[in-house]
């Protein structure tokens, strides 16, 4: 909040027509500044990751999820909550994504 005062402190000094311009503005604001990787897109590649072990895993164990949750060194219930959260079936000792 004190830098965005100060940042209209300095425009309302150095204005030199009737309106506040972007151009008044001190230099390191008008700067577009790099955008960070935001937490939302790390999340993704993250649970990403995670659903395509978590399918590699069943194609090993041809669907068998005790077999997957071996595999992955988690319990059953992890598969089951993981396959839950992204929409993963399995049907006759093979999986199927289910489509979004």
């Known amino acids: 909040v004190r830098e965005l005062k ?6 309302f000094v150095t204005c030199q027509g009737l309106m506040i311009q972007p151009r008044d503005l001190p230099p390191d604001i008008i700067r577009t500044p790099t955008p960070l990787p935001s937490a939302v897109s790390a999340e ?13 895993a069943l194609e090993q164990a041809g669907g068998n999820q005790s077999q997957a949750a071996e595999i992955l060194g988690v319990t059953r219930v ?9 929409g ?13």
């Open 6 to 11: 100060s940042a209209f402190e300095y425009a």
């Open 78 to 86: 992890t598969v089951w909550n993981q396959m839950r959260k992204y």
């Open 44 to 56: 993704g590649t993250r649970d990403d990751t995670k659903k395509r072990r978590l399918i590699e």
């Open 88 to 100: 993963i079936t399995t049907k006759q000792n093979r999986f199927a994504k289910e489509i979004q």
